[in-house]
């Protein structure tokens, strides 16, 4: 376990001024995982990606690499794609690229092949001896994920990485991702798109207010959610009755069309086998249904 | 990788090839290059030609006469170059002739009791003096022989030497210019790299990939490729400067002027390697206070005044205000070249001047790096002197 390549994140506390920004964050990145990074702006997911690269410094706490507290020597094998973004504006891109994987310790012939392989990948083969600023926004975006997996780093830091791409380079940048997570490499990535996060990720941390508020796979975020059900009954039927059953909840009434549909919460177990009787013996039962929480209701919940 | 030695190198071949392609840059330094070898050509044009006249004779007397006044006209403008072209001509109406249709400078006509020089609108003044003293010197040599002596032992005793105070390789007036050319080269150089030195740090804050680079290097390792990677070509560019000069005063022939200041500038290029590196650190502060490019308007002001100010004193300050500053860190590099070429500066003053530099340039990059190191990483405004003196922590 101590050698696994992993990154955590370890009661980490970074202050602006008289401003907590972050408060004993605390959270692991797997090898061979997609995090999920979500919350909502400002709740300090660019701070926390700062610390781990190390362009800022926590005021306590502490980020593990493999079980140790990691080397500045370590760090710059990890690939990081800023917040900001921005490369040099007046380079070749296939130079800067180069440069890049130069500075993370390639030598000459790696950083030659490794960034030739990636302009192909991003459909970028013909620009390398463009200037950056003469490709248009997506392909500049484009040559940032380039710039950021040039040295084939061992671990992966991205902040919001598909903010700004085209939906064809986001389909690129999926399969550029889960190339890396199949080789076994720790991938951290913060988003707003939250169905984008439902559909990729393995692992997901929630952060509010500097605080993580939920962290674990996906699964098992969505199972220790307390038990939600959704009972459809024919016809305009008054169903105000659920919300008197004993351990039920109501979160949401509605009419669909020509039945009527209840969401209640459980907190005994055996209640929505007592709302199921109840309701056979009141009338048409078309449907009673576990609800799995979606993404965007787990968020909701964790940061409320 | 190997130590941060690969770092700096990485960014400060980046550095150079980066500006080996800028157009602007190479444009300016094209320009700068013309310049130098064009006043130099210019000055020797306009003031260094040796001076040259054509003057007819109708004799074997006026051809004699006209021998010894080209001796007497090199003597005088201490030009070796300096020539009478003979024309002989038939008679004193031809001689004439030739003067009014300007086919020569002037006439030389042998009269009853001696020559008459003729000019056509003037006799040059410089050819008449010449001719005056050639003259005498002719009818002296005939007297004394006549008289059973010679014009050595008549003129003994008349020998006039010269000699100066001052014990410089070169004269006051070529001093001065030397002087004042190495002190707006280093000027011009040290403003130029020193702002391009700050340009390049907020292109890489103004794009943001700072961060990315933050994140791979050290930036110490980032600021001494900058430091170095500019250093390198102001001194690149420096040498440049120098040998265009030689070039070009191969070229007029003014030979003499190279090995005079041979010795004050190897102390130049010491004093300008000293000085700029006592700047260059200040300068990347300049630039990682700022955002923008616009905001190094007014981050490079301290860096500029610190040139601006010894500069001037260098090229209009009295002597006493130049010996002073001489010992002054930066200020020497303008001030000390410039006694050195004017001479009588004992040996041990330039290299007093220059370890004070050098701990001076020691300790303004340790502190520019530190203030570089603290400002960076703050993109979101500038940071002001002010606040880097307090040593407030950024807040991002």
Request: hydrophobic share 45%; glycine share 8%; net charge negative.
């Amino acid at each position: 376990m101590a050698r696994e390549n992993s990154i955590e994140v370890d009661d980490v506390v970074r202050d602006y001024g008289s401003t907590r920004a972050l408060d004993e964050v605390s959270f692991g990145v797997r090898p061979g995982g997609l995090t999920g990074f979500v919350g909502a702006n400002g709740a300090g997911k660019t701070t926390t990606m700062r610390i781990i690269m190390g362009v800022l410094a926590p005021d306590a706490g502490q980020v593990r690499w493999q079980g140790e507290p990691v080397t500045a020597e370590q760090r710059r094998t990890f690939g990081y794609l800023p917040e900001e973004r921005g490369l040099y504006p007046k380079m070749r891109v296939a130079e800067q690229l180069r440069y890049l994987a130069r500075l993370h310790g390639a030598d000459g012939t790696q950083a030659r092949r490794r960034s030739d392989t990636l302009l192909e990948r991003l459909e970028l083969g013909g620009h390398g001896d463009d200037m950056l600023e003469t490709l248009s926004l997506g392909n500049q975006q484009r040559v940032q994920v380039a710039a950021a997996l040039v040295h084939e780093p061992v671990a992966l830091v991205l902040d919001e990485p598909f903010s700004g791409l085209d939906p064809l380079a986001v389909e690129v940048m999926v399969d550029l991702l889960r190339e890396q997570v199949d080789a076994g490499v720790p991938v951290l990535f913060s988003s707003h798109q939250l169905e984008l996060v439902e559909r990729l990720c393995d692992d997901l941390v929630i952060v509010s207010d500097g605080r993580v508020v939920a962290a674990g796979s996906v699964e098992e975020l969505r199972r220790t959610e307390r038990e939600e059900y959704a009972l459809h009954i024919a016809g305009h039927v008054d169903l105000g009755w659920v919300g008197e059953v004993d351990g039920v909840r109501i979160l949401d009434k509605e009419a669909a069309g020509e039945e009527q549909v209840v969401v209640f919460q459980v907190d005994r177990p055996g209640a929505a086998q007592d709302v199921l009787r109840e309701a056979l013996g009141r009338g048409t039962v078309r449907e009673l249904r576990r609800r799995t929480p979606t993404l965007a209701e787990i968020f909701r919940e964790a940061v409320a | 990788m190997s130590g941060s030695t690969a770092w700096w190198r990485l960014v400060a071949a980046r550095e150079v090839t980066t500006r080996m392609r800028d157009k602007t840059f190479l444009i300016s330094t094209g320009v700068l290059l013309l310049v130098v070898a064009g006043s130099i050509v210019l000055t020797s044009l306009l003031g260094g030609r040796p001076p040259s006249y054509d003057v007819a004779v109708t004799d074997r007397a006026g051809s004699s006469l006209a021998e010894v006044t080209q001796d007497q006209l090199r003597a005088q403008s201490g030009d070796d170059e300096a020539k009478v072209t003979v024309s002989e001509v038939d008679d004193v109406a031809a001689a004439r002739a030739a003067v009014d249709d300007e086919q020569v400078d002037a006439a030389l006509l042998p009269t009853d009791d001696g020559f008459e020089i003729v000019g056509r609108d003037e006799v040059p003044a410089e050819l008449s003096s010449a001719t005056q003293s050639a003259l005498s010197l002719t009818s002296l040599q005939a007297n004394a022989e006549e008289a059973g002596t010679s014009v050595e032992d008549l003129t003994a005793g008349s020998t006039l030497r010269e000699d100066t105070t001052t014990s410089g390789p070169v004269s006051s007036d070529t001093a001065g210019g030397i002087a004042f050319a190495m002190a707006l080269l280093f000027f011009l150089t040290a403003i130029s790299f020193g702002i391009a030195i700050a340009q390049s740090v907020v292109v890489e804050k103004e794009n943001r990939i700072v961060e990315i680079l933050a994140a791979a290097v050290p930036l110490r390792a980032l600021l001494w490729g900058k430091v170095l990677g500019n250093s390198f070509l102001a001194l690149a560019q420096v040498l440049a400067v120098a040998l265009t000069a030689a070039v070009a005063l191969l070229i007029v022939g003014n030979l003499d002027a190279i090995p005079a200041v041979g010795v004050a500038g190897l102390w130049f290029l010491a004093f300008f390697v000293v000085g700029f590196l006592a700047l260059a650190s200040l300068w990347s502060v300049a630039g990682s206070l700022a955002t923008r490019q616009e905001d190094l308007q007014s981050t490079t002001v301290p860096g500029q005044a610190l040139l601006l100010v010894p500069y001037l004193i260098a090229v209009a300050g009295s002597d006493k205000m130049i010996e002073v500053t001489s010992f002054v860190p930066i200020a020497s590099s303008l001030t000390m070249p410039a006694r050195l070429v004017d001479g009588d500066v004992p040996l041990w003053q330039p290299i007093v001047s220059l370890l004070l530099a050098a701990a001076a340039a020691a300790l303004l990059i340790r502190l520019g790096a530190r203030w570089y190191e603290r400002t960076l990483l703050q993109t979101s405004r500038r940071t002001t002197y002010r606040e880097l003196m307090r040593g407030n922590r950024d807040e991002s």
